[in-house]
């Protein structure tokens, strides 16, 4: 069994290997050069985009998280950057490790794993468990179903959106036979633009906000306030 589901899963393993192995080479590389960047100086025109999404990351974490932004603040982002290539890794001709429902789970799993320890330690462990019983002990069972089932729709979500684009490009690509074969050169490029990249985006945006917001809903009010 081990073997059999080591074999199904060999590509998504060899991408997720090239994906982290490239973007560490690459982000290692950056750093001596952001070391030599002179902050009184013009910032880089290679660099400004980075640092607007750093920047939307930690402002809209600072809103949602408050005080211990800094904690949360590399996680989501390294989760913004790896199933965005995940999602759009195809496009170098490399299998989606986010086709595979394992992948996607592993992730779900990590930030239901985040989620529930955020809460026992901001809320204590009897406040954590207390808010099973709210606003009234009869929707424990709820609020039970309604923690479990949050981790398994993230799943779904990414799953199904990359498959059923993956799908649906295939399907399009197939519409081409007999003389039309020779738009498909000219015309392929446009649908991988769109599915790979377009839905890759709103993909990434929901998974990640999805994650915060549910982070920070287990976070004190008053530990929610960020000051500089």
Known sequence: MTFLLSYVLKPAIMSTIIIVGVLSVIFIVMSFFIKKVDPMQKTPM???PFMWLVDIMNNFIKINIGKKWRIY?????TLVIFIFFANSCGIFLLENPTGYIVVTAILAFFSFLIIQITGITSLGIGGY???FLDP??????MNILSEFTFPLSLCLRLFGNVISGSAIGILIKNLFDGWLSLLVVPVVPFINLIFDIAFTMVQVVV???LS?????????????IYSK
């Open 46 to 48: 290679w660099l400004v």
């Open 212 to 224: 915060i917001v549910f982070t920070s809903a287990k976070i004190k009010d008053e530990e929610k």
């Open 73 to 77: 603040s590399p996680w989501f982002l």
């Open 136 to 141: 009234t002990p009869v929707m424990l069972p």
């Open 207 to 209: 998974f990640v906000i």
């Open 129 to 131: 468990l207390k808010g």
